[in-house]
């Protein structure tokens, strides 16, 4: 995707903060799917340099934001971790395709959300790509991870299928408090530790999309701003 007339990969939070005015190069007849991480590691606290959990901030960012969104466009939603009751990757739930004005539909399943279960992303974005029949339309896909796939799924794999095959189909990923593979108390205050970059990047990447990284309330605003919202014509 073009953004501003450049190819965009990669984006810092504040980077993204300060973009957010800009404008944007979307086309909102395009159907999009959030896809969202329900699983465990959204509920941690304390040893990761996280202060409460994520899904605190998560919430207060799409009580903010979606309100702003959700009447330019279909959305449709997509909640990956909870609810495996026999399989333990099987949690993956399509809350509802793509319909108009669909924040406190969103709002409302993202306040419910109990995080448990594996990070099964992989194959919550394949369906979201399918649920908007991505290889016959244009299609946007804005994913929300904390960073890890931890049910074997192939993200770069997946990623240069969707490119192959998908119409226009453009996946962004949002990297929410990203934390680095190995923690050990001496890493508290180390920047590199927050600075981990998650393995799904490959999804945008290969698919002209935006990864953004977000630590605060205002940044995950800004980046589902930045890669989900519709730009202002002057």
């Known amino acids: 995707m073009v ?3 450049v190819w965009v990969r990669t984006v810092s939070a504040a980077a993204a903060l300060s973009l957010v005015a800009a404008p944007l190069v979307a086309d909102c007849t395009e159907d999009a ?12 606290t304390g040893f990761n340099q996280i202060g409460e959990p994520r899904i605190f901030d998560a919430r207060r960012a799409m009580r903010s934001v ?3 969104i959700a ?5 449709g939603l997509i909640i990956y971790g909870p609810g495996a009751a026999t399989e333990v990757c099987s949690g993956i739930d399509l809350k509802f ?13 993202i306040e419910g ?3 448990e279960g594996r990070t099964a992303l992989t194959d919550a974005v394949g369906l979201a ?9 244009p299609a946007t896909i804005v994913l929300v991870t904390d960073g ?3 049910c074997g799924g192939q993200p770069c794999r997946l990623a240069t299928e969707i490119a192959a095959e998908g119409v226009a189909t453009t996946v962004h990923v949002i990297g929410f408090k990203v934390r680095g593979e190995h923690f050990g108390w001496d890493s508290q205050g180390v920047s590199g530790y927050n600075k981990t970059i998650s393995i799904a990047e490959c999804l945008a990447t290969e698919t002209g999309g935006e990864y953004v990284d977000a630590e605060t309330v205002d940044e995950l605003v800004a980046a589902m701003e930045r890669t989900l919202g519709c730009a202002l014509l002057y």
């Open 3 to 5: 953004f501003s007339g």
């Open 33 to 44: 799917m959030i896809v969202f991480d329900g699983s465990g590691s959204m509920a941690e």
């Open 66 to 68: 979606m309100p702003q």
């Open 71 to 75: 009447p330019n466009r279909r959305i």
């Open 97 to 109: 395709a793509p319909r108009p004005d669909a924040a406190s539909s969103i709002i409302d399943a």
């Open 113 to 115: 959300l109990q995080p």
């Open 129 to 137: 790509a399918r649920t908007l029949d991505h290889t016959r339309k």
């Open 148 to 150: 890890k796939e931890t």
